[in-house]
């Protein structure tokens, strides 16, 4: 028998859920629907949901973790990302780039001036 591992988007996949027309799906069972692609030649090996949690949003994040939560409960495997903070300041960013790029050109003129 071959072994089958599934990766699955579950951030994507959980929050696509609240568009009404897949409400239906909010509750579905991955390890079910993950044997509905395998043959009978096959096995699940594993199935890996990987997914963040939105801490922006507690009402959400909270219905969130009770989903992941009954997944868990059916053998699923969470693999948990994080989301990146975003640069505020994007003067602070550009002004940086652009002071480091005087630097560098300094830097230079010197060591050609030095020779």
Do not use: C
């Amino acid at each position: 028998m071959e072994k089958v591992i599934f990766f699955i988007d579950g951030f994507n996949l959980y929050h696509s859920f609240v568009n009404k027309r897949f409400n239906k799906y909010k509750w579905i069972d991955l390890s079910e629907l993950a044997k509905n692609f395998i043959t009978k030649k096959e096995h699940i090996e594993e199935i890996y949901y990987f997914t963040a949690l939105t801490p922006w949003s507690p009402d959400k994040m909270n219905r969130h973790k009770i989903f992941v939560k009954a997944q868990e409960l059916k053998g699923i495997k969470i693999v948990y990302g994080e989301f990146r903070k975003k640069i505020e300041d994007a003067d602070y960013v550009k002004k940086h780039i652009q002071h480091s790029k005087k630097k560098e050109l300094m830097l230079t003129s010197q060591f050609i001036y030095s020779n």
